[in-house]
């Protein structure tokens, strides 16, 4: 069983900067964080393996940074000139098995095969 925790969402205003975390039980090889605003689907944003290695969804490349600290088992998402298209719940997945490089990539594993999910966690931007 893991545990996650995001924290760190908020309401900014568009060309604001936010900073989530996700605190997780143990460590995890693969990690990501999704979103789901209201009305839409869940979509990937951003995936990191353990060696560091990124992808992100196009709609956040340049502006949005996923990081991990493995000595901490916490994962972060830096988030940059925010739209008010990025409004939406945030949340941190671990993919327990996920260790081909092709599945722990954005557009890899689908959402359903990561195994554990944070509560989420709110962000608004508005404009």
């Known amino acids: 069983q893991v545990q996650l925790l995001e924290s760190g969402g908020g309401s900014v205003q568009a060309g604001g900067s936010l900073r989530l975390s996700c605190a997780a039980s143990?460590?995890?090889?693969?990690m990501a964080w999704f979103r789901q605003a209201p009305g839409k689907e869940r979509e990937g944003v951003a995936v990191?393996?353990?060696?560091?290695?990124?992808t992100y969804a196009d709609s956040v490349t340049g502006r949005f940074t996923i990081s991990r600290d493995d000595a901490k088992n916490t994962l972060y998402l830096q988030m940059n000139s925010l739209k008010p298209d990025d409004t939406a719940m945030y949340y941190c997945a671990a993919g327990i098995g996920l260790y081909d490089p092709g599945d722990c990539t954005l557009g890899g594993a689908s959402a359903d095969e990561y195994n554990y999910w944070g509560q989420g966690t709110q962000v608004t931007v508005s404009s």
């Open positions: 143990t460590y995890v090889y693969c």
């Open positions: 990191i393996r353990a060696d560091g290695t990124p």
